[in-house]
C-alpha cells in the first residue's frame, strides 16, 4: 500500500495535496533508489536522473529506510519567501526521516 501523509505549517494548500505523476514517480524512485534529490516542484522531469546532480532546489525529497527495506520518503516544499534546499537542509531532512525509520521500526517490532 503506498500513502502520502503531509504535515504542515500553516495548512497545506489544494494544489500541494493533488501532487502530478511526475512528482508521483520521483518519490517512488527516491524509494526504491534510496537517493535523496532536489527538485522544483513547478518543472516536470522526465527522469530521476535529470536532478541527480542538483545541489539546491524548492524541494526535496529524502528516502525512509529501515536498513535495506524502503519504507517511504520525506517531501518537504520550500514556502514562497524562503531559499531554496540546500545540503545542510539535506542533512536535517536525512536525520529526521532515519529518526522516522527507526521508530516506525520499534513500533512495528
Known sequence: MVGL??????APS?????LPPSLYRLAMWTIEAGQALFLNPDQVTASP???????????????????EQAIGAIYAIALPN???FDESDMVVARTIANSTAAVVH???A
Open 5 to 10: 501523509c503531509v504535515i504542515s505549517n500553516p
Open 14 to 18: 489544494e494544489e500541494v495535496l493533488s
Open 82 to 84: 524562503d531559499p531554496d
Open 49 to 67: 536522473e535529470d536532478l541527480y546532480y542538483n545541489e539546491v532546489g524548492r524541494a526535496l525529497l529524502a528516502p525512509l529506510a529501515i536498513g
Open 106 to 108: 520499534l513500533m512495528s
